[in-house]
């Protein structure tokens, strides 16, 4: 069974207590929250006061994707704020094992994200430390633009990894571009979560749309 993580970056930012609302509608997995610096990506979204002020609003899951170059100096603010799970960005961070011993000493999940271009070979040493693999599936920084179909076989790949090394209790969750057309391929190169924002939000029934992703896989 698939987990669905719709993306607030395409909500509607003067509301998002009814977005929320239309995830835990939608039964959604995970409520995925996508904060970039202007520095790491070319925008600048939310932060932790935001993150602390939706936390009452939902129970679900705050996967939290970082897109800064600095993610140890937020570590703590967004654990405060309610983060579940915390994401960083591989490219972004030299020493990656004392990020991730970081994150877990905050009780928190963790996972590591990698750009498009960015090899596999840099996360591989992590993986048995690490609970998810975020694979964008396009370049970080906007939401709705187009799957770039080299995911399939970079998820195809990550994924025969872990099962190789018995490691698939690592999920692999999809960011980028997923819409209801190409979710059954992403699925089926190997992914566990998907991540969508302009699909979910953009839709005229976005409840709707939530649980006919989660039909892909009945
Ligand atoms: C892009 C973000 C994605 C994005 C997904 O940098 O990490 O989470 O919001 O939006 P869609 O589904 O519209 O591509
Ligand atoms: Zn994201």
Redesign the pocket.
Known sequence: MIKIAP?I??ADFSDLRSALNLCDAGMADYI?I?V?DNHF?P?LTIGPAVVKSIRFVSKTYFDV?L?VTNPQGLLNAFAKAGANGITFHIEAVDNPGSLIDQIKSLKLEVGI?LKPATPLEKITPFLDQIDRV?I??????????G?LPGANERISEIRKYLNEKCLDRVLIEV?????LHNAKEVIDAGANVL????????ANNPIQTIKDFYQLTE
């Not at 964008?136 to 633009?145: A, T």
């Not at 960011?175 to 819409?179: F, L, Q, R």
């Not at 991540?195 to 953009?202: C, P, T, Y």
């Open positions: 993306s970056l395409s995925h996508d970039m990506v925008n994707h897109m994200s975020l964008m599936s396009v370049e970080p920084g906007f939401g709705g633009q799957y960011d980028g571009g997923i819409k991540v969508a924002g302009s699909e979910i939000f953009k």
